[in-house]
């Protein structure tokens, strides 16, 4: 287990429609960031935020947005759903150490979502 | 642009026989480099990580290294057991990122360990 909790773990919505990802980070930890995974393909970096703000942002589509709140857990929206937008969203989370242990990438289990 | 690629898309051992599975970066600015294990349907874990100020670093079962000169990792696993089976990447960020918690990890589209028994 490593910490990173993402709900809902499977999300099944129809094209046009919008979902919410949530996701809750190892306890301490101010780094969030998400990821997208399609099938058999590899990890693509959407977004990053630390403590609340945003840090760095990947290729991700104008439909997507996300925030981190002060409680420091974060949602991935994902707006006017396309079928190609079915994917594995990962959320990760790293602390603020200064060493590379203290800052290693832990991720969730991720949220399978289908878009039919 | 960054790109972190691998070598073999699949690699099949046999079981009790050691894993070499590699990795090719482009981007001279990554100096911190991780290996992730990640088994069907559940999210990547760590394994291991390296210091581009390290050539080697060894955890349970696994070593990593580092050759700077021609922008190439390795994860060996030694003894592989059935367990191991799963598709691993390697990923790269910068230092200087990590330390003003901005940090990004570039991913490599992953190689597929299978054993055979």
């Known amino acids: 287990d490593s910490g990173v909790t993402q709900t809902p773990k499977h999300l099944i919505t129809a094209t046009g429609q919008r979902v919410t990802l949530r996701c809750s980070p190892r306890s301490g930890d101010l780094s969030v960031y998400w990821y997208q995974q399609s099938l058999d393909q590899g990890l693509q970096f959407l977004i990053h935020?630390?403590?609340?703000?945003?840090?760095a942002k990947g290729n991700i589509l104008e439909r997507f947005s996300a925030q981190q709140f002060p409680d420091l857990h974060s949602e991935l929206n994902l707006s006017s759903l396309e079928l190609g937008d079915s994917a594995l969203y990962f959320c990760?989370?790293?602390?603020?150490?200064?060493?590379?242990?203290?800052?290693?990438?832990?991720f969730g289990e991720g949220s399978w979502l289908t878009v039919v | 642009g960054e790109s972190v690629g691998l070598h073999l898309p699949t690699l099949s051992v046999q079981e009790g026989d050691n894993s070499i599975i590699n990795c090719a970066y482009s981007?001279?600015?990554?100096?911190?480099f991780i290996w992730y294990k990640q088994e069907s349907g559940k999210g990547p874990q760590f394994i291991i990580d390296i210091r581009s100020n390290m050539d080697k670093r060894q955890g349970q079962r696994v070593t990593v290294l580092l050759n700077k000169t021609v922008k190439h990792l390795s994860l060996q696993i030694a003894a592989t057991q059935p367990g191991d089976s799963a598709v691993y990447f390697c990923a790269e960020s910068n230092y200087i990122r990590l330390i003003q918690g901005a940090q990004k990890l570039v991913f490599g589209q992953g190689t597929r360990l299978t054993i055979n028994p």
């Open positions: 935020y630390y403590n609340g703000e945003e840090r």
């Open positions: 981007n001279s600015a990554s100096d911190y």
């Open positions: 990760a989370s790293s602390g603020k150490g200064v060493l590379p242990s203290g800052n290693t990438i832990y």
